[in-house]
């Protein structure tokens, strides 16, 4: 075979091989999986990326928290809906007790970065990925070995950010372990 021949067929094997493990981390298999009644949330540690999906029962918005100080204040949430087969995702931050407002709004910066959605049957899932420790100050850094407090919820069947949740719970999980427990207060 020929050099360049030889050399082009490393390029596709090596694309191949970056492919395949870029599926693995987002979009494909995620490394831990929680399932909270009606919602779950998977995800995968990447180096300094957490890659997260969250699927529920619901045609309006999925959405995640950590760490809040009490109840939603000072947590960094995500949340998304799937809207005409676009999915669309925003970064907020728990500005209060049982409210949240978008990093941008607050000084921050928007720092989750969309991998996927789709509303099928009634479900929607929304893949992510977000920096496990981000610039920002109005994202909580997370500490992999360490327990995470996450709080799931979905909101009615409306594509809009600004309805309240159907149903929300708040569990503590080690992100590295996978293991979870129902956060008691
Ligand atoms: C526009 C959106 C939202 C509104 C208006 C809202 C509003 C509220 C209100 C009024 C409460 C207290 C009453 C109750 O327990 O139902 C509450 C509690 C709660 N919310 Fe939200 N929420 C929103 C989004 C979210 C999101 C995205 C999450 C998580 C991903 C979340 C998680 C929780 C949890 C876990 C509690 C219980 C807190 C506790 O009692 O410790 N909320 N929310």
Request: with cysteine; glycine share 12%.
């Amino acid at each position: 075979m020929k050099a360049s021949k030889l050399l082009n067929l490393s390029v596709i094997i090596c694309l191949v091989l970056l492919t395949g493990a870029a599926t693995g981390v987002y979009g494909g298999e995620y490394e831990h999986e929680v399932k909270a009644k009606k919602i779950s949330f998977s995800w995968t540690v990447a180096g300094d990326t957490l890659a997260v999906k969250i699927s529920a029962p619901t045609k309006g918005w999925v959405g995640v928290g950590f760490n809040p100080s009490k109840k939603m204040k000072d947590a960094n949430f995500i949340l998304g809906y799937v809207k005409k087969g676009e999915a669309k995702i925003i970064d907020e931050f728990g500005s209060a007790n049982t409210k949240h407002s978008s990093d941008k709004k607050l000084g921050g910066t928007p720092d989750a970065t969309l991998v996927g959605g789709k509303e099928e049957g009634g479900v929607t899932v929304i893949e992510f990925t977000i920096p496990l420790n981000s610039a920002d100050k109005y994202d909580s850094s997370v500490d992999v070995n360490g327990e995470t407090v996450v709080l799931l919820a979905y909101g009615p069947d409306r594509d809009s950010f600004k309805t309240k949740h159907k149903y929300r719970t708040a569990l503590k999980i080690n992100l590295g372990s996978g293991s979870s427990e129902p956060l008691k207060k």
